[in-house]
């Protein structure tokens, strides 16, 4: 059973507000009609999707223009209580990454700004320094509080931090990214290509446009095996701004054998678009072409747009081990090879205690 009711037509409604905000006073019709309850959950929803405000703003612009002061002074409640918030964050985040760069570990802020004006529920970094420098800074400095991790996150170098004071994890990938750490040429160019990005009147350095996309591709695709609608939005304005040099992308997705995960992440991307504007991304043909699958996988299960593991997730992997192996890389395709057994022992892990935190 869906964790709401009416889960798939609030995903479409967010959806529409974000995707296609012209058509927001049709959107407006609907959660008019939704009771208090209902509209507690879409707000949860747009918030585990990170569009609060770039769903609701275009519906408080429809409910002005109509003069509903109910579902205006909602939403404007909604948006103070997420604004505050996101400044909050990103006053932690400055003074974070400033003291990490202080002391050596130079970082870029992956995920978390790509949803601006929203801003993720954790603060993701990478940084090419060791990961005893980097739990000395947040530790030493913060106070930080070092969370639990799983078998995956081990394997990963990633870490999280309790912050006190900032609500959000301060999540660091040390050197290597990936489900079990495989890729570190590929993480590196993290740092070595990242640009400066002005946020909430804070620059911060983050990813180049390129490893955007792989780092989104390798959550998506690779991991988690679901889409949030911000993943959509943020990747349909990155490519239609003309920031992204294909051949870049394929460079780097080459480098980390996952250039048919890129191409499918993107098509899948494109055609969701599609439904809400009449029209897709523009892509490179031969890109389109590669794409094992697109957005014709895509259903609305669980507050997310899943995209099937089996079998699509699992030719993904099997080309990546493939890759791996090909180009020589031993340590990455050993790494690789542990995925199934983490998997199965998360999936036994969620039957007996409802959680899959301890291992993944």
């Keep these: 059973m869906a964790p709401f009711p009416k889960e798939k037509e609030h995903i479409h409604a967010l ?11 049709e959107t407006l019709a609907y959660v008019s009609s939704l009771n208090e309850q209902e509209r507690a959950e879409l707000v949860s929803l747009a918030d585990s999707n990170h569009v609060v405000l770039r769903a609701f703003e275009p519906l408080r612009m429809a409910a002005l223009a109509r003069g509903d002061n109910t579902i205006l002074d909602w939403v404007e409640a909604i948006k103070q209580k997420e604004k505050a918030r996101i400044a909050n964050a990103l006053r932690y985040l400055d003074t974070v990454c400033k003291a990490l ?5 130079q970082v870029a802020v992956m995920k978390s700004l790509d949803h601006w004006p929203d801003l993720g529920n954790d603060l993701d970094l990478y940084s090419t320094a060791d990961d005893e420098r980097i739990k000395a800074v947040m530790t030493d400095k913060f106070q930080a ?4 991790q799983s078998w995956g996150d081990r394997l990963a170098h990633k870490w999280n931090f309790a912050v006190p004071g900032l609500p959000e994890a301060i999540e660091v990938h040390a050197k290597r990214l990936g489900q079990t750490g495989e890729h570190t040429a590929l993480a590196r160019r993290f740092v070595t290509r990242r640009v400066p990005k002005e946020v909430g009147g804070y620059t911060f350095m983050v990813p180049a446009p390129e490893e955007r996309i792989i780092v989104a591709t390798l959550q998506r695709m690779y991991r988690h095996f679901y889409f949030r609608v911000c993943d959509v939005a943020n990747t349909a304005a990155l490519v239609e701004s003309g920031a992204v040099d294909f051949a870049e992308l394929k460079k780097a997705a080459d480098l980390g054998g996952i250039w048919l995960g890129v191409c499918s992440y993107l098509r899948i991307v494109s055609d969701y678009v599609k439904e809400y504007r009449g029209r897709g991304v523009d ?9 094992p699958f697109g ?13 099937p593991i089996m079998p699509k997730g699992a030719e993904l992997y099997a080309r990546q081990v493939t890759e791996a192996a090909f180009r020589g890389d031993v340590p990455a395709t050993f790494r690789l090879s542990l995925l199934p057994y983490l998997a199965g022992a998360a999936a036994i892990s969620y039957k007996l205690t409802g959680s899959d935190k301890g291992i993944w």
């Design 15 to 25: 959806s529409e507000l974000t995707l296609n905000p012209s058509r927001a006073s």
């Design 101 to 105: 760069e202080a002391a050596g570990c």
């Design 145 to 148: 509080k070092v969370e639990h």
């Design 295 to 307: 957005g014709e996988v895509i259903s609305v299960r669980g507050k997310f747009l899943r995209v």
């Design 283 to 291: 892509l490179p043909q031969n890109l389109v072409s590669a794409a």
